[in-house]
């Protein structure tokens, strides 16, 4: 048996598959960019990564090495069925920086993948309010802590909030608390992407011996076939 991905409850872990091995997601909300998308978030963090690399100061998400990271990079490690089933939405994110002031105009960029922002993670405005927020997220400091990959190490991750300290934009540290830092300071920050995905993709009715739900069919599925846990395309 199987069920539409929409009907998992906030907290529920998915499972899918990157550069072939399965991680864990959490799903977030149904609907939540008005898309009749479904929002997951990674469990855990990637390595360490500059919001934007260099001392330019500039603190603006759009087109930042965090923004190319979530939106480019990680969705091309995802298996081809759900990179088709990826849904582009409206993701409201302040300006930032521009020539040493700030610019707190919010914009909705379009977004496959992406971090999220102060408010959806915490119900608190960086240098503006992006959007609204993740009754998981927000509702509980602990629900906001991230580890490194597979491992018992908390991590700070981005969020695509600039701060209104030019050069700043905002992290969940390890406590699961929001605090701001230089962009291009990479040491001890981590991206942590959320993804976008069709409601109409089914999951397994009940989760597996981790805890995961796992993907069963999806929008695309007639062209794909799973081999060894893997969707693949036909050609």
């Known amino acids: 048996m199987s069920k539409k991905i ?11 598959n990157e550069n072939g091995q399965p991680k864990k997601l959490i799903f977030l909300q149904y609907n939540h960019y008005g898309k009749n998308e479904v ?21 603006g998400y759009n087109g930042s090495d965090l923004d190319m990271f979530c939106n480019v990079e990680y ?5 081809p069925i ?20 700030t610019d707190a105009t919010v914009v909705n960029l379009y977004r496959k993948g992406f971090a999220l922002s102060c408010n959806e993670v915490a119900n608190q405005n960086g240098a503006a309010k992006e959007g609204t927020p993740f009754t998981y997220l927000s509702g509980s400091q602990a629900n906001r802590i991230a580890y490194y ?15 209104s300290n030019y050069g700043n934009a905002y992290y969940v540290n390890t406590s699961g ?15 942590r992407p959320a993804l976008a995905l069709s409601s109409e993709i089914y999951v397994s009715d009940s989760p597996d011996s981790d805890g995961c739900y796992t993907v ?14 893997i969707w693949l395309k036909m050609t």
């Open 75 to 79: 969705p091309r490690m995802l298996d």
């Open 149 to 163: 990959d597979e491992t018992a190490t908390a991590v700070s991750w981005w969020l695509r909030s600039p701060s």
């Open 216 to 229: 069963e069919s999806a929008p695309a599925g007639e062209q794909y076939v799973k081999q060894n846990g």
């Open 177 to 191: 608390a929001l605090s701001d830092y230089r962009v291009y300071y990479a040491n001890n920050y981590c991206p």
């Open 39 to 59: 929002t997951v978030l990674r469990k855990d963090s990637f390595a360490t990564k500059a919001f934007k690399g260099g001392d330019s100061g500039r603190n």
């Open 6 to 16: 929409s009907t998992l409850a906030a907290g529920n872990l998915l499972k899918l």
């Open 82 to 101: 759900i990179q088709a089933c990826l849904v582009n939405v409206p993701i409201p994110t302040a300006r930032g920086a521009i020539t040493g002031d």
